[in-house]
């Protein structure tokens, strides 16, 4: 494990998000943590199978604190907060220490709210009338969720060239079996999935099974 004087933090996203996001891992780590003391150990078995990315979900009542957590013990991670459903929150997710939110979806508040942050984000669409809203407000990239319920890779294909400067992280029923097709289409910068830490093995503690899973990932680079 590396020491502290040995870690770097990486550099904050100022320009796209999504080019950030796929330089560091094909797959953005979906994480859901019942308990802080998972989110340390999470995050550094992911670093330490090659994929330096958190997505921490405002799913459950410890969330914000694993957060703080993991942008405090794991700064050689860029730590995100998902699930954004409310504007207070994504201001709270950036004082926890947030690098970057998403959203499952995007009303004209929550853009705002989440825009005012400073933060770069992902907002959540799921039809061609939603892409073209967030397109409107000057925002390019987006989250597409659900995906694979709302048409998938094969959505996504046909919405490449009508939408051009729309850009996505799928989200949403994507796995190994499926992400590649995906990352194989011009507007697919990465995926997100929970596949790289299910519950059952976050509960067990198995960190080093988060790392091999991690591992895996870079096959799926295109």
């Not at 604190?65 to 950036?94: C, D, F, K, S, Y």
Request: charged share 15%; aromatic share 4%; with cysteine.
């Amino acid at each position: 494990m590396s020491s502290p004087s040995e870690v770097t933090a990486p550099a904050p996203v100022t320009g796209s998000l999504l080019d950030a996001l796929a330089a560091r891992t094909p797959v953005v780590p979906v994480v859901v943590v019942d308990e802080v003391a998972w989110a340390v150990p999470v995050a550094r078995a992911l670093a330490a199978g090659g994929v330096p990315v958190v997505e921490l979900t405002l799913r459950t009542p410890v969330a914000l604190e694993a957060i703080r957590a993991i942008a405090a013990e794991v700064p050689e991670v860029l730590v995100g907060a998902g699930t954004i459903v409310t504007p207070a929150q994504a201001e709270e997710a950036r004082a926890a220490g947030a690098e970057f939110l998403v959203s499952p979806g995007a009303t004209p508040a929550l853009l705002a709210a989440m825009a005012e942050t400073g933060l770069p984000y992902l907002p959540g669409t799921a039809t061609v009338s939603e892409v073209l809203a967030v397109l409107e407000t000057g925002h390019q990239e987006m989250k597409l969720f659900p995906a694979e319920a709302s048409g998938g890779a094969a959505f996504l294909a046909s919405v490449a060239s009508p939408v051009p400067a729309a850009r996505f992280c799928p989200t949403g029923g994507i796995g190994p079996a499926n992400a590649a097709a995906y990352l194989r289409l011009p507007n697919v910068a990465c995926v997100g999935g929970s596949w790289l830490t299910p519950a059952g093995v976050l509960a067990a503690g198995d960190w080093s099974r988060v790392t091999d899973l991690a591992r895996a990932v870079a096959e799926l680079r295109p």
